[in-house]
């Protein structure tokens, strides 16, 4: 009996110990993100309860403690003791103990962007034998969507961020504008000093649906900072042709758009 009532001591004094620690060892890209975004969680699990472990698996959740907020499991929490391949983390090659693994929100929850404030989740083993401790809240940007001829996603960027521009050809108000056909972005970065990165970037453009147009890119992958300096904006415009009176083909372009690059933590 005695034996029985310690080792009974020990469970539950590690159980409180699990539910009091606090998975950190993990990043989130990109660095802001609304409901609606595809996120990559990037994961290191050395000096963890999983760590040395090559098969794990994503258990999360939606809006712990949030008031006014329902919470709900993710769709990959379908038994604790026998994870779907769903939710299995892919492990990064050569990296020991580090892994990764993508979703979209409203996808993972089945919630719409305004029913969700943040989310947690832990790593497991298949079987539930072994797990991480929780993650910290992970909160969402909330969600506001005004539309326009020319926006970026996501609506706020870092220097480091993959920004896409998009041109949505069916609110564009001049004659030009509705009748040209996209090919190019230019696209200027600038310093904190007000200097330009470099000669404007020209991108290619694709069609993303009926008359939606869209390209990418990352600014620091584009141009390397000056020592001491950061990139803080950058302009965009789209560039195509549209035919003369004579037939023949007229460069022209969209109205420039100057975007702000938020200082990411």
Same mark, same amino acid.
């Given at each position: 009996?005695?034996?029985?009532?310690?080792?009974?001591?020990?469970?539950?004094?590690?159980?409180?110990?699990m539910?009091?620690c606090?998975?950190?060892?993990?990043?989130?890209?990109?660095?802001?993100?609304?409901?609606? &975004?595809?996120?990559?969680?990037s994961f290191?699990?050395?000096?963890?309860?999983?760590?040395?472990?090559?098969?794990?698996?994503?258990?999360?959740?939606?809006n712990?403690?949030?008031?006014?907020?329902?919470g709900?499991?993710?769709?990959?929490n379908?038994?604790?003791?026998?994870s779907?391949?769903s939710?299995?983390?892919?492990?990064?090659?050569?990296?020991?103990?580090?892994?990764?693994?993508?979703?979209?929100?409203?996808?993972?929850?089945?919630?719409?962007?305004?029913?969700?404030?943040?989310?947690?989740?832990?790593?497991k083993?298949?079987?539930?034998?072994?797990q991480?401790?929780?993650s910290?809240?992970?909160?969402?940007?909330p969600?506001?969507f005004v539309?326009?001829?020319?926006?970026?996603?996501p609506a706020?960027?870092?220097?480091? &961020?993959?920004?896409?521009?998009?041109f949505?050809?069916?609110?564009?108000?001049?004659?030009?504008?509705?009748?040209?056909?996209?090919v190019?972005v230019?696209?200027?970065?600038? &310093?904190?000093?007000?200097?330009s990165?470099?000669?404007?970037?020209?991108?290619?453009?694709?069609?993303?649906?009926?008359?939606?147009?869209?390209?990418?890119?990352?600014?620091?992958?584009?141009?390397?900072?000056?020592?001491?300096?950061?990139?803080?904006?950058?302009t965009?415009?789209?560039?195509?042709?549209v035919?003369?009176?004579?037939?023949q083909?007229?460069?022209?372009?969209?109205?420039?758009?100057?975007?702000?690059?938020?200082?990411?933590?």
């Amino acid at each position: 009996m005695k034996k029985l009532l310690i080792l009974s001591l020990i469970i539950l004094g590690s159980q409180l110990a699990m539910s009091q620690c606090v998975f950190e060892n993990y990043t989130i890209s990109p660095t802001t993100f609304t409901a609606e &975004d595809e996120i990559t969680i990037s994961f290191d699990f050395t000096g963890t309860a999983v760590a040395g472990e090559t098969d794990l698996y994503l258990w999360t959740w939606s809006n712990k403690e949030a008031t006014g907020f329902t919470g709900k499991d993710g769709i990959v929490n379908t038994e604790w003791a026998n994870s779907p391949a769903s939710a299995k983390l892919t492990p990064v090659a050569g990296a020991p103990n580090k892994f990764t693994y993508k979703f979209t929100a409203t996808t993972m929850y089945n919630q719409t962007p305004g029913q969700l404030k943040h989310f947690q989740f832990l790593a497991k083993t298949k079987n539930g034998s072994k797990q991480s401790c929780d993650s910290k809240k992970n909160a969402f940007d909330p969600l506001v969507f005004v539309p326009s001829m020319l926006r970026i996603f996501p609506a706020k960027v870092g220097q480091n &961020d993959v920004v896409s521009l998009y041109f949505h050809q069916d609110l564009a108000t001049s004659i030009d504008e509705q009748r040209m056909e996209p090919v190019s972005v230019t696209v200027e970065v600038f &310093d904190n000093t007000g200097a330009s990165a470099g000669q404007p970037l020209t991108l290619p453009v694709k069609s993303a649906g009926t008359k939606l147009w869209k390209a990418f890119f990352v600014p620091t992958r584009s141009y390397t900072p000056g020592a001491g300096k950061k990139f803080t904006r950058f302009t965009y415009k789209f560039n195509g042709t549209v035919r003369d009176a004579s037939n023949q083909p007229v460069t022209v372009s969209t109205a420039v758009v100057e975007v702000t690059l938020a200082e990411m933590k």
